[in-house]
């Protein structure tokens, strides 16, 4: 039995085994590479074409987190400091949080809520760091 993976931009997308003729790529952005008697080749891995080698699938970083994610990193008094400021810059970011279905965890206004939240009082730049993490890690989890 004939085995092929299907190569798009160094990143292995698919796989075809099968007898008789293998099958053609769609077009000159695909590299099909008959992979028969190398076992260690799978979907998900990168290719090297100048070595001919095979690697670790890329790591991907996620960012995007729930909201109910990003209150449950808070203590309850720093939930309760922000949903009662009357400060209008900490109002304003707190409807904007509550609003969202989703937070991203790499946009630069989830960056400037955090600095806010350090500005106004509500946590220390070292806790900020913390629930930073802390929501990272619920992300990529």
């Given at each position: 039995?004939?085995?092929?993976l299907q190569i798009k931009n160094g990143i292995v997308h698919g796989e075809w085994q099968g007898g008789?003729?293998?099958?053609v790529p769609p077009d000159a952005s695909w590299l099909f590479l008959d992979v028969t008697n190398r076992p260690d080749a799978q979907v998900g891995m990168t290719y090297d074409s100048s070595t001919d080698t095979f690697g670790p699938a890329p790591v991907?970083?996620?960012t995007l987190v729930t909201p109910s994610q990003v209150i449950s990193v808070l203590t309850a008094a720093e939930w309760q400091i922000a949903t009662t400021s009357t400060d209008a810059d900490?109002?304003?970011a707190m409807a904007q949080f509550q609003l969202a279905q989703r937070v991203d965890l790499a946009?630069?206004?989830?960056?400037?809520?955090?600095?806010g939240l350090v500005s106004k009082g509500i946590v220390t730049a070292a806790r900020a760091t913390d629930i930073q993490s802390d929501l990272m890690e619920l992300a990529n989890a």
């Open positions: 039995m004939k085995r092929q008789g003729a293998t099958p991907v970083v996620r900490v109002v304003w946009d630069p206004q989830f960056a400037q809520l955090m600095a």
